[in-house]
């Protein structure tokens, strides 16, 4: 079985912001034995509002997971971890390099697909969704005060959603000079018609994860992610917005056997 991968990205600044601190990037190597090797990669990253150059930490992160992801060898989710501290010691060195970038820093989730297995990891409050068999599954959990409240079920998921602290996170790139990077515990099959969606809290902030899933379901490529961004601005749009979809299609050259079905679990 071989697999095509459509990848979109659509990054907005919102309805109230001047500046659009979040970035977004699909990359899907043009060597077939590049991609062969390491897959296709996405990455969100969302600067941090309320610090300085929010815009520059998270253009570094994206670069710098890019760079870093396609230059190391061994295991997939093992070099993505490796891009995400690169990137974070990146940040920081700049950082305290210049005077005037001091305090910045960015969430970050990435996310790899490298021989029919799907890999992520993930800094802050940047999510990771799948989308499968008409179900919408969150892979990523928030590095975020409230996201530690649900984790302990002292909050539910919908409190949470309007919880005065909701935006508070606990851990990001760049604001200290290592980072613990959350990563998937073994990797996911993935399967023919499987969407995964990355994004920033503009969108997760006003749009529940249902309305998410319908939306993917009734438009495809970058009309869903355009969909999504007018749904969020459509609310006020207070933050920026950023939605990156990867579809997986399946091309079969003979039978093969169904994959076995596995519990889906959130990053840890």
């Not at 929010?54 to 993505?80: F, I, N, T």
């Not at 920081?92 to 490298?114: H, K, N, P, Q």
Request: net charge negative; with cysteine.
């Amino acid at each position: 079985m071989t697999w095509d991968i459509g990848g979109h990205v659509v990054s907005d600044v919102g309805c109230v912001r001047d500046l659009n601190e979040d970035r977004g990037r699909i990359v899907q190597p043009a060597d077939e034995a590049e991609q062969a090797r390491r897959g296709v990669l996405a990455i969100v990253a969302d600067g941090m509002g309320g610090h300085s150059a929010g815009e520059v930490a998270s253009e570094l992160a994206v670069d710098a997971v890019h760079r870093a992801y396609y230059a190391q060898d061994g295991p997939p989710d093992a070099a993505l971890v490796a891009a995400l501290q690169q990137a974070n010691r990146a940040i920081f060195d700049t950082a305290s390099a210049e005077r005037r970038l001091a305090g910045m820093g960015t969430t970050c989730v990435a996310l790899a697909i490298c021989d029919g297995h799907a890999h992520a990891a993930s800094v802050g409050d940047s999510r990771l969704y799948l989308l499968r068999d008409g179900g919408i599954y969150r892979m990523t959990n928030d590095d975020s005060a409230v996201g530690e409240l649900v984790t302990r079920g002292l909050l539910t998921r919908s409190e949470a959603r309007h919880h005065a602290d909701r935006n508070v996170i606990l851990r990001a790139l760049g604001t200290h000079d290592d980072v613990h990077v959350s990563r998937w515990e073994q990797p996911l099959p993935v399967r023919g018609g499987d969407v995964f969606l990355l994004c920033s809290d503009g969108l997760t902030d006003l749009v529940e994860d249902e309305e998410i899933a319908a939306l993917v379901q009734e438009r495809h490529g970058a009309d869903a992610c355009k969909s999504l961004v007018a749904t969020a601005r459509s609310r006020g749009g207070h933050d920026n917005i950023t939605v990156a979809l990867l579809r997986i299609s399946a091309h079969v050259s003979e039978p093969v056997a169904a994959p076995a079905t596995r519990e889906l679990r959130a990053i840890r």
